[in-house]
């Protein structure tokens, strides 16, 4: 990734051209989509949603696209997940494959369950 001295989403974004841009638009969309109530920010020199805490990150690379869903999302049951690398809070979109989309989806609708239920303790 390159160091980002970027303030917003969109600037973010912009700093990437054809493929991986486009990528990262899309992945922004499924988040915004799948949480409309979250907000966007960058954290750790990526974007970020947030809602009662941090929700996803995600970021591109040389090779790849991180995607952060903290460990919960990473350890999560869905069907797909196991073909990509991943650690423990971290899953790897290599730009050679297409980009999951619907894991995406599955994974942030999963955060934003456990984020709302936060508020309810």
């Given at each position: 990734?390159?160091k980002?001295?970027a303030?917003?989403i969109?600037?973010y974004i912009?700093?990437?051209?054809?493929?991986?841009?486009?990528?990262l638009?899309?992945?922004?969309?499924?988040?915004k989509?799948s949480?409309?109530?979250?907000?966007?920010?960058?954290?750790?020199?990526?974007?970020?949603?947030?809602?009662?805490?941090?929700?996803?990150?995600?970021g591109a690379?040389?090779?790849h696209?991180g995607f952060?869903?903290?460990?919960s999302?990473v350890s999560a049951n869905?069907?797909?997940?196991d073909h990509?690398?991943r650690s423990?809070?971290?899953?790897i979109?290599p730009?050679?494959?297409?980009?999951?989309y619907?894991i995406?989806?599955?994974?942030?609708?999963l955060?934003?369950?456990?984020?709302?239920?936060?508020r309810?303790?």
């Amino acid at each position: 990734m390159m160091k980002s001295n970027a303030q917003t989403i969109d600037a973010y974004i912009h700093t990437f051209d054809g493929d991986i841009k486009e990528r990262l638009m899309n992945i922004r969309q499924v988040i915004k989509d799948s949480s409309p109530q979250a907000t966007e920010k960058i954290s750790y020199q990526m974007p970020t949603f947030y809602l009662n805490g941090n929700l996803v990150h995600f970021g591109a690379f040389k090779n790849h696209i991180g995607f952060y869903p903290t460990p919960s999302g990473v350890s999560a049951n869905i069907e797909g997940l196991d073909h990509y690398q991943r650690s423990k809070g971290s899953i790897i979109f290599p730009h050679s494959k297409p980009i999951p989309y619907d894991i995406i989806k599955k994974i942030v609708e999963l955060r934003t369950i456990e984020n709302l239920n936060k508020r309810k303790k």
